[in-house]
Every structure is written in C-alpha cells, then in structure tokens.
C-alpha cells in the first residue's frame, strides 16, 4: 500500500525558474492538501481540494498553483520561484468528517538559489 | 481564524520517565477535534492521538494521553515510559466543524529529545 507519494524529495531551482510538484494517493481520499513548512514553524496550508475539480486556497496560496483533474493526483505548481518559496512540501489526504485523520507523504525539500 | 499555540520550542525527558507537551488553542466553534502528530528525522508525519470535543473523557493510545480542558482551550500531551523513539517533534492540530470538512491548523511544533 504505497499511501501519499510525492516527487520529487529533493529540489533545487534558480530564481525565476517553474517546477511542478506531483503528489499522488491511492487510498481513493477525496480530499487532498499541499502543506509548506519552514524551519522551526509548523505546518502552513497553501490549497486544499474537497474533490476532482474542487480547488481552494489555504493561509499561503500566493505564488502557487493547483489542479485536481483525478481523484488521485494534485500537483502543486510554483511559477517564477523566489527564495521565500525555500521550504518543505507535504503532500496529504483524507476522508471526508471533522475526525478522520490526515495521511501525509514523506515531504519534498525545494531550495530556490 | 482559529489559532494553535505550542509554547515549548524544545523539550527533554529521561528514557523511562514522563513528559507533558503543551498545546493550547483559540476558537469560537463548540464542536472540533484535536489531533497530536510526531514527525521523526524521518521527516513522516505520524498521527499520535486524536480527540472529539465533545467527549469528556480523555484519550489514550497506550502510552500516550492527553489532558483536554475545554473550558480553558488545552490540550496537552503525556507521554509515559519514554522511549529513545519517541524523540521528534510534535505537533499539536486543530480542525473545527466549520464547513464540515475544514483542513488542520498546526501549532509550531515542539521538539522532544530523550536521553538515554
């Protein structure tokens, strides 16, 4: 059972450069996130989806973008990168209801120079 | 919004002894549920223990339990019998009944180390 995966773990990008980060799940959850986290924070939302063709922004959306064309996939996409963006990446999912917990991915470490 | 508070960047505990991890937590809902998860050096996000609001009694899964205070917005985590894998951070989530299916907010984190 492969869970949430993410590609790729490790990442590093040149200011103004794009990149897409996939994640997929196969636990056919309907609701998929993309998480940052930053040295000593904890975890901020960047979007969510409640389901295929449903997007919506989380606390720090600005300078990314998503999709969610399956059930299976949602790849974050960061356009023109910039140095802030120098974070770590979860990908997670889960049922629908308050009590169901979140599966997370191992994470992706991006570094923008 | 709903905000969560971990005021213990870092934390020690003898193997074998026990720690209380602190997590407190601001919101207006009446029903929601908090969540403790670890993340070792592994980088993996582990769910720990979860607990309804609406419950009284407190949660336990084995050696970890949590002291939930509604009326004061607490929820700390004890961990007993500490064990060398149970250094990590730890952090402490909140999700609310909101929209019905609101993501989590996470506190900042607080680092355990065990010391043999």
């Known amino acids: 059972n492969a869970g949430v995966t993410q590609t790729p773990k490790f990442r590093i990008l040149k200011i103004g450069q794009s990149m897409t980060l996939q994640c997929a799940q196969d636990?056919?959850?309907?609701?998929m996130y993309w998480y940052r986290q930053d040295p000593g924070m904890g975890l901020k939302l960047i979007y969510y989806?409640?389901?295929?063709?449903?997007?919506d922004k989380g606390e720090v959306p600005n300078g990314y973008n998503v999709s969610r064309s399956t059930t299976e996939d949602f790849p974050l996409r960061l356009e023109l990168a910039a140095p802030s963006q120098t974070s770590v990446y979860f990908c997670?999912?889960?049922?629908?209801?308050?009590?169901?917990?979140?599966?997370f991915g191992e994470g992706s470490r991006l570094t923008v120079l | 919004a709903q905000t969560v508070t971990q005021s213990q960047p870092e934390m020690s505990v003898q193997e074998a002894e026990t720690v209380t991890l602190s997590c407190t937590y601001d919101?207006?809902?009446?029903?929601?549920?908090l969540f403790w998860y670890k993340q070792p050096p592994s980088r993996q996000m582990i769910l720990v223990i979860r607990?309804?609001?609406?419950?009284?009694q407190n949660a336990t899964e084995n050696r970890f339990s949590v002291n939930f205070q509604k009326a004061a917005k607490s929820f700390s985590l004890k961990i007993s019998d500490s064990q060398l894998g149970d250094a990590a951070m730890y952090f402490c989530?909140?999700?609310?009944?909101?929209?019905?299916?609101?993501?989590?907010?996470f506190g900042k984190g607080t680092r355990l180390s065990v010391i043999a």
């Open positions: 997670a999912s889960s049922y629908p209801g308050l009590a169901r917990e979140l599966f």
């Open positions: 636990m056919n959850h309907n609701y």
């Open positions: 989806s409640v389901g295929a063709g449903i997007t």
């Open positions: 919101t207006s809902e009446s029903d929601y549920y």
């Open positions: 607990q309804e609001a609406y419950k009284q």
């Open positions: 989530a909140y999700r609310s009944e909101g929209s019905g299916n609101t993501p989590l907010v």
